[in-house]
Nanobody, 119 residues
Framework: QVQLVESGGGLVEPGGSLRLSCTAS????????MGWYRQAPGNQRELVAT???????NYADSVKGRFTISRDNAKNTVYLQMTSLEPEDTAVYYC?????????????WGQGTQVTVSS
C-alpha cells in the first residue's frame, strides 16, 4: 500500500558525491521508519541508513561520516546524500518504508537504483 519511487543513481568517480531520492505515495509522517539498503552482486542486501518519524538516524559503520539520511515531510521524500564515494559503495540501492499494522510492522521496497563508483 506504499509505493516508493527512487531516483538519483548513476556513475560517479571515486571521491565524488551523489544524492539519492525516494518519494513515497503517502505521507512519510505516517511511516514509522524509512531507510536505504544496498546489494552488490553476490552479496546480501545490507542496511545503509535509517531514519524514524522522530528523526532518529542510524548508519552502517561502513558509511558513517560519509553518508547522510534526511527527509522532507512536505515532499514525502527521503534522501541519501553520499560523499567521499568509494568503489566498494557500488551496489543497487533500495529504499524501504516500514509501516506499523494492526498486529505487526510491514515493509515496502522501492525498485532500486544503481550506483556505480569507478574511475
Amino acid at each position: 500500500q506504499v509505493q516508493l519511487v527512487e531516483s538519483g543513481g548513476g556513475l560517479v568517480e571515486p571521491g565524488g558525491s551523489l544524492r539519492l531520492s525516494c518519494t513515497a505515495s503517502r505521507s512519510i509522517g505516517s511511516i514509522n521508519a524509512m531507510g536505504w539498503y544496498r546489494q552488490a552482486p553476490g552479496n546480501q542486501r545490507e542496511l545503509v541508513a535509517t531514519i524514524t518519524s522522530g528523526s532518529t538516524t542510524n548508519y552502517a559503520d561502513s558509511v558513517k561520516g560519509r553518508f547522510t539520511i534526511s527527509r522532507d515531510n512536505a515532499k514525502n521524500t527521503v534522501y541519501l546524500q553520499m560523499t567521499s564515494l568509494e568503489p566498494e559503495d557500488t551496489a543497487v540501492y533500495y529504499c524501504k518504508a516500514t509501516v506499523q499494522g494492526w498486529a505487526r510492522p510491514y515493509d515496502y521496497w522501492g525498485q532500486g537504483t544503481q550506483v556505480t563508483v569507478s574511475s
